[in-house]
């Protein structure tokens, strides 16, 4: 017999389902746009560099220059990376939210089915 309740239920679940993936692909656009700014921002500091250090006219200063520039890229990369992943464990938390309950669920029947 069809039971209306279940079917509502696995409607909703459905939909829950469906609101997650919504989330998912928002989540994953607003890492490639992080990506794609911070590319931009190293590619135009790049340029940048290689015009400043075209014009130095000793080695030191363009040694100086050039450990300069290496220090400050090496720190904004850890950064982004550093803040592109706490994104994608965001992501991941995000991801699992909707499998909690049925997991959970699952875990305490397989608990009792052991324990009787």
Do not use: R, W
Not at 57 to 84: D, H, N, P, R
């Amino acid at each position: 017999m069809f039971n209306f309740e279940d079917a509502n239920k696995k409607s909703k679940e459905n939909m829950d389902t469906l609101k997650s993936y919504a989330s998912l692909t928002k989540a994953f656009q607003a890492i490639a746009t992080e990506a794609a700014d911070y590319s931009k921002k190293a590619f135009e500091d790049s340029v940048a560099h290689i015009e400043k250090i075209s014009t130095v006219k000793s080695v030191e200063a363009a040694f100086e220059l050039q450990t300069s520039y290496v220090k400050t890229a090496y720190e904004g990369y850890v950064a982004e990376a550093t803040k592109i992943g706490e994104m994608y464990a965001d992501l991941a938390k995000d991801t699992y939210k909707p499998y909690e309950a049925p997991v959970a669920k699952a875990t305490a029947a397989v608990k009792a089915a052991v324990a009787a």
